[in-house]
């Protein structure tokens, strides 16, 4: 008769498991009740910086934004495409439009500046197409 299973230690098809999890995620295997925990929130901001979730919640704001300063006319002919590192870029439809943008770049990013805190946009960029 085979000696009863000491209740503390984990079973084979545990052990096996870990064995393919720690390969798969390439660490190092060890004893299994050494794996570290962390909670959901201490990941959240990891996963939020890895994938840029961040920036694009920056971006909705811009576009929130966007109509209350620039107004009504440039907003249907303009939009905010993209932020990186801080820069604001715009996508415009006209040439026309484009240079009106650039002429008014000082007074549009001190009011999106205003609106979104000092330290969100460093410089914002005009693109034609």
Do not use: C, Y
Not at 39 to 61: P, Y
Not at 69 to 79: A, C, H, P, R, Y
Not at 96 to 110: F, N, S
């Amino acid at each position: 008769m085979a000696a009863p299973r000491d209740p503390r230690l984990p079973a084979f098809a545990d052990v096996r498991r870990h064995r393919l999890l720690t390969a798969w995620r390439g660490v190092e295997p060890g004893l299994l009740g050494d794996m570290p925990t962390q909670t959901v929130a201490d990941m959240v901001g990891k996963v939020v910086a890895q994938s840029g979730i961040n920036e694009r919640l920056k971006l909705e704001e811009v576009q929130n934004a966007w109509k209350e300063v620039v107004g009504d006319f440039l907003f249907g002919q303009s939009k905010p495409d993209t932020i990186q590192r801080g820069v604001l870029v715009v996508r415009v439809l006209q040439s026309a439009v484009h240079h009106a943008l650039i002429q008014e770049r000082p007074r549009i990013l001190k009011r999106l500046r205003e609106k979104l805190g000092q330290n969100f946009l460093k410089e914002v960029r005009f693109k034609h197409g």
